[in-house]
């Protein structure tokens, strides 16, 4: 205990507030004060005010430190939950930002896509390219690229260039998977399908794929169609076809073309198919479809390299193979009923095990050759149709 007599020492605060609670502090600043009132000696009373002073400030220190130790603590936690608040806010404006140009997106590619099937046109060539375009614009939008590659593959075969076609083609070929080439197989089809109607128009001949007698004039027609020295002409169509009395200025190009310039489609037809030909080609080998499970029945292929293809798992083969490879081919265990196969440029190593090559409808000599001595019948009847089928290729 501080008396008049006793001399008063500095307290060091910063040692005190690790030794004295504050309740011993407030008893030695009650001290300091008594002496500073009582004591008569200036030097003591002006120490004792000093000491006063020195606990105020250390009672003030212990009573904080735990404050300001939480605050030194929770302050960076703070800051950083304001930056998070910040981000979860910031978030949020962004979300409902684009949430709203996302809507905006899809009312304005709504509004685009009735517009352009308001415009669709069949009028003429110019019409249905310039329709096929619009409609390719929306290959790449998510909710309309399924309908606008549906639509463009309808339009595909009243295109009246070959040139046109290639262009919407290419687009459709960018988009094609194993899930919806058979898109690709139907128009196909179509333009097969097409090239018969023609031949019989501008020849006027009853003709039909499995007429094996006029299929040499049909494979020359699909090489090429202006042959005017064989009579192949418009004038020939036109004549040869009734219903071309029924056309009127107001019917669609393709329409009028179909009567009046058989010969014009009928090119057009044979540059599509190649086309066609070649694309299948690179999907089949480059990008690692197959033709597996597509009916090919009424496709003709025409001018391309098919090597190496296996048609074995289609559902059925190609009607028509004019001019193409089939290098290392495969068509094992097909059904290969009047399939015509004419001037392959190749067929080295290509696979017919167990097909029934021999009812085939026209092969080449050569073909017809390397398949008797590689994969002849065993049964006796089945044996004596490719000798026949042979002999009847290797005529001249």
Same mark, same amino acid.
């Given at each position: 205990?501080?008396?008049?007599?006793?001399?008063?020492?500095?307290?060091?605060?910063?040692? @005190?507030?690790?030794?004295?609670?504050?309740?011993?502090?407030?008893?030695?600043?009650?001290?300091?004060?008594?002496?500073?009132?009582?004591?008569?000696?200036?030097?003591?009373?002006?120490?004792?005010?000093?000491?006063?002073?020195?606990?105020? +400030?250390?009672?003030?220190?212990?009573?904080?430190?735990?404050?300001?130790?939480?605050?030194?603590?929770? +302050?960076?936690?703070?800051?950083?939950? &304001?930056?998070?608040?910040?981000?979860?806010?910031?978030?949020?404006?962004? $979300?409902?930002?684009?949430?709203?140009?996302?809507?905006?997106?899809?009312?304005?590619?709504?509004?685009?896509?009735?517009? &352009?099937?308001?415009?669709? $046109?069949?009028?003429?060539? +110019?019409?249905?390219?310039? =329709?096929?375009?619009?409609?390719?614009?929306?290959?790449?939008?998510?909710?309309? +690229?399924?309908?606008?590659? $549906? $639509?463009?593959?309808?339009?595909?075969?009243?295109?009246?260039?070959?040139?046109?076609?290639?262009?919407?083609?290419?687009?459709?070929?960018?988009?094609?998977?194993?899930?919806?080439?058979?898109?690709?197989?139907?128009?196909?089809? !179509?333009?097969?399908?097409?090239?018969?109607?023609?031949?019989?128009?501008?020849?006027?001949?009853?003709?039909?794929?499995?007429?094996?007698?006029?299929?040499?004039?049909?494979?020359?027609?699909?090489?090429?169609?202006?042959?005017?020295?064989?009579?192949?002409?418009? !004038?020939?169509?036109?004549?040869?076809?009734?219903?071309?009395?029924?056309?009127?200025?107001?019917?669609?190009?393709?329409?009028?073309?179909? !009567?009046?310039?058989?010969?014009?489609?009928?090119?057009? @037809?044979?540059?599509?198919?190649?086309?066609?030909?070649?694309?299948?080609?690179?999907?089949?080998? /480059?990008?690692?479809?197959?033709?597996?499970?597509?009916?090919?029945?009424?496709?003709?292929?025409?001018?391309?390299?098919?090597?190496?293809?296996?048609?074995?798992?289609?559902?059925?083969?190609?009607?028509?193979?004019?001019?193409?490879?089939?290098?290392? &081919?495969?068509?094992?265990?097909? /059904?290969?009923?009047?399939?015509?196969?004419?001037?392959?440029?190749?067929?080295?190593?290509?696979?017919?095990?167990?097909?029934?090559?021999?009812? &085939?409808?026209?092969? =080449?000599?050569?073909?017809?050759?390397?398949?008797?001595?590689?994969?002849?019948? =065993?049964?006796?009847?089945?044996?004596?149709?490719?000798?026949?089928?042979?002999?009847?290729?290797?005529?001249?």
């Amino acid at each position: 205990m501080l008396n008049n007599s006793v001399e008063v020492t500095q307290v060091d605060p910063k040692n @005190s507030t690790n030794k004295k609670t504050v309740a011993d502090l407030d008893v030695l600043s009650q001290e300091a004060i008594n002496i500073a009132k009582n004591s008569g000696d200036v030097e003591k009373m002006l120490k004792a005010v000093q000491l006063n002073d020195s606990l105020d +400030a250390l009672k003030y220190n212990t009573r904080d430190s735990r404050w300001f130790r939480v605050g030194q603590i929770i +302050a960076p936690y703070t800051a950083i939950f &304001a930056l998070v608040l910040s981000l979860l806010t910031l978030g949020q404006q962004y $979300s409902q930002f684009a949430k709203s140009q996302d809507e905006q997106r899809k009312s304005a590619e709504r509004t685009q896509w009735r517009d &352009a099937l308001k415009s669709l $046109s069949f009028k003429d060539d +110019a019409s249905v390219l310039s =329709s096929s375009l619009q409609l390719q614009t929306f290959f790449d939008v998510p909710d309309y +690229a399924s309908m606008s590659r $549906s $639509s463009a593959t309808k339009l595909l075969p009243l295109l009246g260039q070959g040139s046109h076609f290639d262009i919407i083609w290419k687009g459709i070929i960018a988009k094609t998977d194993e899930g919806n080439q058979h898109d690709l197989i139907t128009v196909a089809q !179509e333009i097969g399908s097409e090239e018969f109607w023609l031949f019989q128009k501008v020849t006027g001949k009853k003709f039909s794929p499995d007429k094996v007698a006029d299929m040499p004039s049909f494979i020359d027609f699909l090489v090429d169609p202006s042959r005017p020295e064989r009579g192949w002409t418009n !004038e020939r169509g036109t004549s040869a076809g009734a219903s071309s009395f029924g056309v009127t200025s107001s019917d669609s190009e393709y329409v009028r073309d179909g !009567e009046l310039n058989p010969i014009k489609r009928a090119t057009a @037809s044979a540059w599509k198919l190649s086309t066609i030909t070649q694309s299948l080609q690179y999907l089949w080998s /480059r990008k690692e479809l197959t033709p597996g499970g597509v009916d090919l029945n009424g496709v003709i292929l025409l001018d391309g390299d098919l090597s190496g293809i296996d048609f074995s798992k289609s559902l059925a083969p190609p009607s028509i193979i004019h001019h193409c490879n089939l290098t290392g &081919a495969s068509f094992e265990r097909m /059904r290969l009923d009047q399939i015509v196969i004419t001037q392959p440029t190749g067929f080295k190593d290509s696979k017919w095990g167990h097909a029934n090559w021999w009812d &085939a409808g026209m092969l =080449s000599c050569e073909l017809a050759q390397y398949l008797m001595d590689n994969f002849a019948p =065993s049964d006796p009847g089945q044996k004596g149709t490719a000798q026949n089928l042979v002999a009847q290729s290797c005529r001249k």
